[in-house]
């Protein structure tokens, strides 16, 4: 699976947008790009996942560079709430191992 | 909205002791996963099975069972606890194959004295 990098940290006004980058430059074309977040002291919570097509779902969009090295997740309009530890992993299809980073810690501030 | 049950949040047991940690999905998945999550580590895949009564080892299953016994459950045993095993302990659970997220349970909180 291609490794991704995040940035370390990255803040956010409250009500504003939240775009969260993440570069995957080796990614092959069976590799899915998955984001979860995780606030303190719960399990990860699955976002969003894509291929190569954007994705929108309740939460948020997923929004993947053409030629896929790159992906960015939006939170339209991010809340106190969204503070958390946001993570970017590719994975092969069928494979089951899920690797996580060190992720993005967003702050969203009031 | 998929559901992953972790039997405890927080549990403390001493050195030597054989532990249990349990995991329920009421998705009726496949796949379920145990990971153990430490500092500056991220998670790490102790165990996985996708069906009943199968396992396969992940990254670092030494130290730890599990058992499969109905779909909806698995668990996770330490043999004989280590102060090396304290951790977070994270129960995930997916359908079938191809390109399904994992959905992940809130945690138990391991304390090995």
């Known amino acids: 699976d291609a490794k991704t990098t995040q940035p370390p940290s990255m803040d956010c006004a409250e009500g504003r947008a939240a775009n969260l980058p993440c570069n995957h430059s080796?990614?092959?074309?069976?590799?899915?790009v998955y984001w979860y977040r995780q606030i303190h002291s719960q399990g990860p919570q699955y976002i969003i996942h894509g291929l190569k097509n954007n994705e929108t779902n309740e939460m948020a969009s997923l929004i993947i560079t053409e030629d896929r090295k790159s992906s960015t997740l939006i939170l339209p309009h991010a809340t106190l709430r969204d503070t958390a530890v946001y993570y970017c992993i590719s994975r092969r299809y069928n494979n089951n191992d899920m690797r996580f980073g060190a992720g993005t810690r967003l702050t969203v501030k009031p | 909205d998929v559901k992953v049950t972790q039997s405890s949040r927080y549990l403390v047991k001493r050195t030597g002791e054989k532990v249990f940690l349990e995991c329920v999905q009421d998705?009726?998945?496949?796949?379920m996963f145990w990971y153990r999550q430490d500092p500056g580590l991220g998670l790490r895949l102790i165990y996985f099975s996708y069906d009943v009564k199968m396992k396969e080892k992940g990254d670092i299953p030494e130290g730890y069972s599990v058992s499969r016994e109905k779909k909806e459950r698995f668990s996770l045993i330490l043999e004989s606890a280590s102060t090396n095993q304290t951790s977070m302990y994270l129960c995930?659970?997916?359908?079938?194959?191809?390109?399904?997220?994992?959905?992940f349970g809130d945690g138990t909180r391991l304390s090995i004295l």
């Open positions: 995930a659970s997916s359908a079938g194959t191809g390109h399904q997220p994992q959905h």
């Open positions: 080796t990614i092959s074309g069976n590799e899915y």
């Open positions: 998705m009726d998945h496949e796949n």
